[in-house]
């Protein structure tokens, strides 16, 4: 390039998606997703045929996560009841039988976390392919710096097997045992690697795990948007829950009603996810992609299509920021996995390319009869949700937003004013005999403030 010539546009993306055969092997041992994540990439292969899915998307194995990575956010008791409990061979009526349900219940491993054959492999697979998400962005964004590459958009990796957003750090909850969105963005974080996170939820259950994680740290700010009514799972996720400590107004709650469409959707997403970025100035976004909110979903109560959940990827796909995408929630079966194929899709940038009808694949019959591959809305589904309704929650959510990012611009004044004072007071005759500089209370303060 000729000095003064004009940079060209970034016009390509690196895309990462985390898979493997074991790996796969791995999350088809949760009951409830239905073999979901190997439909789908069943489903991209017969969509973008004859090795053209390895033009666009980069796929990396995932490594398995050591205790010692769990026990990053889980607490050990934790992790050995898991290890104890969810070996191969082990099943819930076998732990029925050595009378042991008391102690599953006091960790959470009943009911919608049912203890399974092979548990603990799934959770050190599903953790493991989140923490090397992580690591290949940071890979790729670090090498986006160099010259060569400067052309390229923001990296994207992504985890459909990922975002386990409810699990707890010594409780698992909501098909959750190990919350991998958390390990993710604790190694984002740590040691300074990426100052400030934003993570969205659009998951029709809020990301409750997510939410208790960060509560009090202002590196994160959590955004979810998701259903909320008497008795829905898992009850939190007001808008009056906005952190504390040093992560107040840094926890944004967005509840909304049944029924509710694309359009209505996308407009509030668009809105809150845009004044998010001005605020929070991130340098990461982590999407939490759930697709339960599709209308057929058994588990949800939204009225969404793939083609609404895609606008919302697209919009976070704009905003010029590395992305780390986790599938979390969607149990509607067939529906699940052409909404994900339809994600993919729109990451890499092809979505408008994607086939009207499902290819002939091994999956092909289990989409009979409805062979179309775009999914839709529900026609005759009440829709609870008003436009002046959902513009006074939009305004809440930003006004939340507001006050996180009005309350870092003060302490980064009086940071600054700080530095500023102690760089013209100069050296005590003492300081000067030693050679020492004393550093204000205040910015070592700062300085040791937790990754959270």
């Known amino acids: 390039m000729e000095a003064g010539e004009p940079r060209s546009a970034p016009h390509r993306r690196e895309v ?21 994540e190997r439909r789908t990439l069943a489903l991209l292969e017969a969509c973008f045929p004859d090795g053209e899915l390895s033009q666009h998307v980069q796929l990396v194995a995932p490594t398995v996560a050591t205790r010692e990575q769990l026990e990053a956010f889980h607490s050990r008791d934790y992790i050995d009841i898991l290890y104890e409990f969810g070996a191969e061979s082990e099943s819930l009526s076998a732990v029925q039988e050595q009378g042991e349900m008391q102690l599953l219940e006091e960790f959470g491993l009943v009911d919608d976390a049912y203890v399974f054959p092979g548990l603990f492999g799934y959770c050190s ?16 964004m670090k090498s986006r710096l160099r010259d060569e590459v400067l052309l390229l958009l923001p990296p994207v ?22 919350n991998d969105a958390v390990l993710g963005i604790q190694r984002l974080v740590s040691k300074g690697r990426v100052k400030r996170v934003l993570v969205v939820d659009i998951d029709v259950h809020h990301g409750d795990g997510t939410q208790e994680a960060f509560y009090y740290s202002e590196k994160v700010t959590t955004i979810s948007f998701h259903l909320r009514e008497p008795a829905f799972f898992p009850g939190t996720g007001a808008d009056s829950e906005v952190g504390a400590g ?17 359009g209505q959707f996308h407009a509030l997403f668009q809105r809150v996810v845009d004044k998010a970025v001005g605020a929070v100035e991130p ?40 992305v780390l995408l986790l599938g979390a929630g969607g149990y509607s079966g067939a529906d699940a996995s052409k909404s994900f194929t339809a994600v993919v899709a729109t990451v890499i940038g092809q979505r408008r390319n994607l086939p009207d009808q499902i290819p002939e694949h091994a999956y092909y019959e289990e989409y009979l009869p409805n062979v179309q591959l775009a999914t839709t809305a529900a026609a ?22 507001e006050q996180a990012a009005s309350i870092r ?40 403030i937790p990754t959270g």
């Open 16 to 36: 990462v998606l985390l898979h493997s055969p074991s790996y796969l092997e791995a999350l088809g041992r949760l009951p409830v997703h239905q073999q979901r």
């Open 157 to 178: 990796a992504i985890n459909l097997g990922g975002g386990r957003h409810h699990a707890m750090r010594s409780h698992a909850s909501g098909f959750c045992y190990v």
């Open 246 to 262: 040093r992560g107040k107004h840094n926890n944004v709650n967005v509840p909304l009603q049944r029924g509710i469409t694309d």
């Open 409 to 448: 611009q003060s302490r980064t004044q009086q940071i600054s004013k700080k530095r500023a004072r102690d760089s013209t007071s100069g050296l005590s005759v003492a300081d000067a005999q030693i050679g020492f500089v004393r550093i204000s209370s205040e910015l070592v303060e700062d300085a040791a």
């Open 125 to 140: 697979y599903v953790a493991g392919a989140t923490l090397t998400a992580v690591d290949a962005l940071l890979h790729l």
């Open 283 to 322: 340098e990461m976004v982590v999407l939490v992609c759930g697709v339960d909110t599709l209308a057929r979903d058994p588990l949800g109560g939204f009225n969404l299509t793939s083609g609404g959940i895609c606008d919302c990827v697209e919009t976070v796909m704009a905003l010029q920021l590395p």
């Open 380 to 401: 005759h589904r009440p829709n609870l949700n008003m436009g002046e309704t959902l513009l006074e929650t939009g305004d809440r959510a930003i006004a939340t937003l």
